[in-house]
């Protein structure tokens, strides 16, 4: 059989020291912060969707884990009467890539903090964010980007102008490549065309600091999302005072990664220069209903394995250890 | 130190139109390197560098963050649908993407053939047109001199950009529908752009003054 690297990538010395170390820090701080280790199966015996590694162990069908959020989802809901408040996790998930460059084996850290519904979930983000703002001292890394988003600044209007599924989708796209242009081409002459058009380009204003979230006022939506505004300001007066010396906090209105799973404000941690992001979460309320539990989780996973890439890449953007 | 940003332009028709218009802008490319073979080019901005490439190579460079920005036709960005920043529709190259068969053949003849074969280089949007369309046709994949196609009985029609029609009108073809339009896009490396705007938002600003 031909060996298919870096799809399979082998960590050698250096990086899998780090590999440890990382792991290490990272379940060090959550821990302190209250966070308890859940360890999911790597294999699951549950319907999967595409993209996964499958294959049949005897007659049954298994799929290797390739989300944490979604294995502990399961696992949380046939476990327990009532959630555990927070939980942690680290290992593998294992996903087709998409990408050429992308690995099927990618090494994850994250955290998850789970309520019951009826709970005000505001102080739950904010507690979020303030844990992904210590995740890059715990990586050594020098610098890093903090972007706050919200899921339902895209999903209400698009909810409210009851768009069909396609072209949702093609406007959801248009926005993740940043592009107002397209999406006014997606829409034509459908009648919320000029709307969602000026919707999108009060997302893409190029506006910085606190101020990002006065775009919103030239949004046909800015009624709409007041809710959604007031939450992302309180958020920010939290988070800018402690902000830490090595973090940037930048606010991303046009943030859709992951849209079709997040319900409410999103996290991403970015490095200068790193091509991907290195964590990313968000508010995903519609999870626990789906699997019967009437519970509101959010949370963030930090990606070891794009990392290590960086690190092997752009060793300049780490301390020395 | 830090690395040169990189910017990658188009070779051939959008390159030719572009490069003039970059004279005397900080991102001016080097006179002397553009008449060698070599492929990145200083500009007039030291640490900036630009990348000539073929279009369709040319996003691939940008999505895996090689290239910080680029300029290239809506049309490649369309077959490739890579995960990139498209910050602006730059207007020019402005060309159609056209369904193309000899000239005395009418588009429900096309329709009406129980086997359409379509040579083009342009297959995810020719698919799209035929599901929009309710058709079926086998695709006939080329990269070049897609026009020979149908006069040597490779297909019944071809799917094509079409800027003047001259070409088309040399080999004995012409335009039965209009699939889409096509023109220049600046892009920009996801990663580039959100994590480092500072450094890479005034160079795509140079280039939106020069080209948009």
């Known amino acids: 059989m031909p060996v298919r690297t870096p799809h399979f990538p082998d960590l050698l010395f250096d990086a899998a020291v780090r590999l440890r170390r990382w792991e290490g820090a990272l379940m060090a701080l959550l821990d302190a912060h209250g966070y308890r280790e859940l360890h999911p199966s790597l294999v699951l015996r549950e319907p999967v969707p595409e993209g996964v590694l499958r294959f049949f162990d005897g007659d049954d069908l298994v799929a290797l884990r390739w989300d944490f959020t979604v294995a502990l989802a399961g696992l949380l809901a046939r476990r327990f009467p009532e959630p555990p408040d927070r939980v942690a996790y680290a290992g593998a998930v294992f996903r087709r890539p998409v990408q050429p460059w992308e690995a099927v084996e990618r090494f994850e850290v994250g955290c998850e903090r789970i309520q019951p519904a009826e709970e005000p979930s505001a102080e739950a983000d904010v507690e979020l964010a303030r844990l992904l703002m210590a995740v890059p001292q715990a990586l050594g890394l020098k610098h890093a980007i903090l972007h706050l988003g919200h899921a339902a600044l895209v999903r209400r209007p698009l909810e409210a102008e009851q768009l069909p599924p396609d072209l949702a989708k093609a406007v959801v796209a248009a926005l993740s490549r940043r592009a107002a242009h397209r999406v006014r081409e997606a829409l034509a002459d459908h009648p919320a065309a000029r709307r969602l058009t000026a919707h999108a380009e009060a997302l893409l204003a190029d506006l910085d600091g606190p101020d990002t979230l006065k775009a919103l006022d030239a949004s046909p939506y800015a009624d709409l999302l007041a809710e959604e505004r007031a939450h992302m300001d309180r958020a920010l007066r939290a988070l800018l005072p402690i902000l830490p010396d090595r973090l940037d906090l930048r606010v991303d209105l046009a943030d859709v990664a992951g849209l079709d799973f997040y319900t409410g404000p999103t996290l991403r941690l970015w490095a200068p220069g790193a091509q991907q992001e290195l964590a990313a979460g968000g508010r995903y309320d519609h999870l626990f209903p789906e699997l019967a539990r009437p519970w509101q989780a959010a949370g963030f996973c930090v990606r070891l394995s794009r990392l290590l890439d960086l690190a092997g890449t752009r060793p300049d953007l780490f301390e020395q250890p | ?212």
């Open chain 2, 1 to 212: 130190m830090t690395a040169p940003v990189l910017i990658a332009f188009p070779k051939g028709r959008l390159g030719d139109a572009l490069v003039p218009r970059l004279a005397g802008t900080p991102l001016a490319l080097d006179a002397a390197a553009l008449k060698s073979r070599v492929l990145r080019i200083p500009t007039a901005t030291p640490g900036v560098l630009a990348l000539l490439l073929k279009g369709s190579d040319l996003p691939r460079y940008v999505a895996a963050g090689v290239a910080s920005l680029g300029i290239v036709g809506s049309d490649t960005l369309d077959e490739l649908d890579m995960d990139l920043l498209e910050l602006a529709d730059l207007g020019f190259g402005a060309c159609r993407l056209c369904l193309c068969a000899p000239a005395e053949v009418a588009l429900e003849d096309l329709k009406a053939r129980p086997h359409l074969r379509l040579a083009t280089k342009f297959p995810r949007a020719t698919e799209a047109w035929l599901a929009r369309e309710g058709l079926t046709a086998e695709l006939v994949p080329l990269s070049s001199s897609v026009e020979l196609a149908p006069l040597l009985g490779l297909a019944d029609a071809i799917v094509d950009l079409v800027q003047t029609g001259a070409t088309l009108k040399a080999h004995g073809l012409a335009v039965t529908a209009v699939l889409g339009r096509s023109s220049a896009r600046l892009i920009a490396a996801r990663g580039a752009a959100l994590s480092e705007p500072g450094r890479i938002r005034p160079l795509a600003d140079i280039l939106l003054k020069a080209l948009g």
